[in-house]
């Protein structure tokens, strides 16, 4: 029986193609290797920023434990003294309160009790004196007063929607026309009419501050029949997203009045002028008081439009936003990350 004996030329192309195959082999290893260790550092990037937030909340938890084990017993002597005050007495005065309030000024931070502290970090939130009265402005930074101490708490989207704003208001020239939507507890208005633009300022609520370049229109946006002319520009810096909700106490009028709203805009803007739009991003989602918008909701909302600039910021620590590269992954949203959306958009046509 005859032996099969390969040829030189077999020989050596089987010798290439085994050459590379295993080239081949240990090039898809060192990618497959690359691109695992990679993706290891990020979910460890991830996971230690998880637990640095975690131990810094549980941080948190354990101060304010131990103010209010100690404001118990505070409050329980306190409760002891006015209780014997109320039978001398018949109670504490409004001026007798008013009094101990008062007290607090000129108070040295590392004297500051744990009553001080929940007294001024209620006065300076959104339901306190100022917000009543109607002249609180929704700060990008927030205090936090504790026994003995204030420090910077959250840091919110407004660090980098106001100056987002105002590089698109740099770009207008003096006189252009405006509208301002939601603009009663923003300062953008103000900054805007200081510029030398020509401002409406609309809200539900009456805007508080008076300049000669600046008029308030309130009332729904969608109830009011216009400006006199085109307008060059429409800013909604974290407005669009409550439209229709019953946010701020008005009725509910139905979860698509954002889109509707939107349409109107076109209808109101002259022919290249710009939507200037901030709002919640990340995974879609609607309540009783805002929508969170993702892609494919953010598209339908803006149909008819030409988007010119879009961006996306995300929360990466209490005191930190970044803005990221590209669209973010679904999951990036899947431990509760904050996300913001600015964009500048033209009406097609």
Known sequence: ????????????VDARFQELHQRLADSLGEGLRAH?????DSIEHRMGWIEDRINERAGDLGARMAQLETRVTVDTQTATELAATSRRTGGPSVEDVDRAMGALVGTPVGDLGPGGADLLNWAGGHTGPSAQAGVWFNPPVTLLHAEGSVRHNEVNERIVEVPYAMGVAAGLSPGSRVLDVGAAESTLSLSLASLGLEVIAADLRPYPFEH???RSMVGPIEEWSGPEGPLDAVFCVS??????????GEQATGHDLDRRVVQVFAGWLRPGAELVLTAPYGAWAVDDHQRVYDAAHLDALLEGWQ?????VCVQTGPDRWERVEGEPPASAWEDGTRGVVLLRATPDG
């Open 1 to 12: 029986m005859l032996r099969k004996v390969a040829s030189p030329a077999a020989a050596y």
């Open 36 to 40: 695992l260790d990679r993706r290891l």
């Open 212 to 214: 000669p370049r600046l």
């Open 239 to 248: 407005s669009l997203e409550h439209f229709g909700l019953g946010s701020y």
């Open 307 to 311: 988007v010119l600039d879009r961006r």
